[in-house]
């Protein structure tokens, strides 16, 4: 320990990225528009999806698709703050990809310790923004935190999905977009985009009731 720090209980590190590149007051946005829920990023801390420096592999897909429906004024990490989304991780925790796979083994049960310990997104999912919840650990954390979230254990890569829930409406699953090929990265951002727009006219319309 460099400045005497004490270590996380969850993980070796004294910090995660999420702080070390500052997401809550450099990346959030002024109004939450959408919360984005990942996985885990990965061991390497220069692949932080917020490092601006470096390109990272899931944020050029992310901001592409975005972009090419529109959704984002480019393909940029301001334009992405600007529009009201914001990236998270269900385990903030660096780790090696074998612990990633099998907590993502064990999220396919809903038995993910480290999913089931993600609290730092409770005060995220009380919002009441619409959540795209991206791959198996994700799904985990999220059912672990909001007992409206199904328990679903089917196939995330598999039909129905991604798909948006009607049982639990605020909510959008589709696997992780590292794990897509090409032809299913292009059908996620297309029933995404249907998803956001109808989350908007949903909460148009409850504005408009209480006019």
Not at 43 to 59: I, L, S, T, W
Not at 70 to 94: M, N, Q, W, Y
Not at 151 to 165: G, Q
Not at 166 to 182: D, G, I, T
Request: with cysteine.
């Amino acid at each position: 320990m460099k400045d005497g720090s004490p270590m996380l209980s969850c993980c070796d590190a004294q910090v995660h990225p999420w702080e070390t590149f500052s997401v809550a007051t450099e990346w959030s946005p002024d109004s939450l528009g959408c919360l984005i829920i990942g996985e885990s990023p990965g061991e390497d801390m220069a692949k932080y999806f917020y490092n601006e420096r470096r390109q990272v592999a899931v944020r050029t897909i992310m901001l592409r698709e975005l972009h090419h429906h529109r959704l984002v004024t480019e393909a940029s990490l301001p334009a992405f703050r600007k529009a009201g989304f914001l990236f998270d991780h269900a385990i903030r925790c660096l780790l090696p990809a074998h612990t990633i796979q099998h907590e993502a083994d064990l999220s396919t049960r809903y038995e993910s310790p480290r999913a089931a310990a993600a609290t730092h997104l409770g005060p995220l999912l009380r919002q009441d923004s619409p959540v795209w919840v991206m791959g198996r650990i994700a799904r985990n954390a999220v059912a672990a935190l909001r007992c409206e979230f199904p328990r679903d254990t089917s196939e995330i890569s598999k039909a129905p999905y991604p798909r948006w829930l009607p049982e639990a409406p605020r909510f959008f699953v589709s696997r992780y977009l590292l794990h897509a090929s090409r032809v299913e990265v292009a059908e996620i951002f297309s029933r995404l985009h249907a998803f956001l727009d109808q989350s908007s006219a949903s909460k148009c319309r409850a504005c408009s009731n209480t006019i």
